[in-house]
């Protein structure tokens, strides 16, 4: 099974769910920081992004944590900080065109390393699931495409410099039924097309997937929060 298959199995029973909240976020300002290749749907009139609170949506540890600035669903603009080195970084928008930009499937981490999903829109292949990681402690951040955003079925788990992503089956039964795995300790060469080269993706077994490993904090799931930093 290879990556375009993936894709189809993320997007299968999805479009339509999609389809509905298409631009219903649409937050001037951000088209800089949109990934490559995806549209963003911004309108040119609205209100700037500035202009909306930023809710607490993930906490690594008791330094680190992640924000979306934007509508009461979180689509809009992403920050990672660290409190105690005083990093506050802008690393993706998410969400912009297809409504929530919460990441709502299994995410962990445990490293010093940082991996950031976002969601994106192209008007060819629907949602997109983009990894952003960062190897410098959070100061900058680089990315690639992971495939097709499937929600509650993706998988992102940062172990070390592992990072395994991959997508559970429709049948909860099923588990995991694709992974790979790839090293977040150093730029990962994409092609054209955004996805990592193959050498730097391999697909592994779906077994080797820490599947149980959590962050310091314990959450395992991304939230809204209705209070900024809360």
Known sequence: ???????????RGIRSGF????CVATLAGCSALVPVGVSSNVAARGPSIE???????YRIDAHRYITIQGTKDCAGRIYFYNTQTGIRTAVATTGMAVGSGIFSGYYAAQSEYVAIPAIGYSEISGPLLYVYYSYDGGKTFKRFLAGGYGGERDVVILDGKNLYFGANSSDPSEGIYQAYLMDVSHDIATGDDHFAIRSERPEIEPSRVPVKLKSPSGETRWTCSASPRD
């Open 51 to 57: 202009s909306f609170p930023e809710h607490f949506v």
């Open 1 to 11: 099974m290879n990556m375009n298959r993936l894709i189809k199995n993320h997007l």
């Open 19 to 22: 389809a509905a909240v298409m």
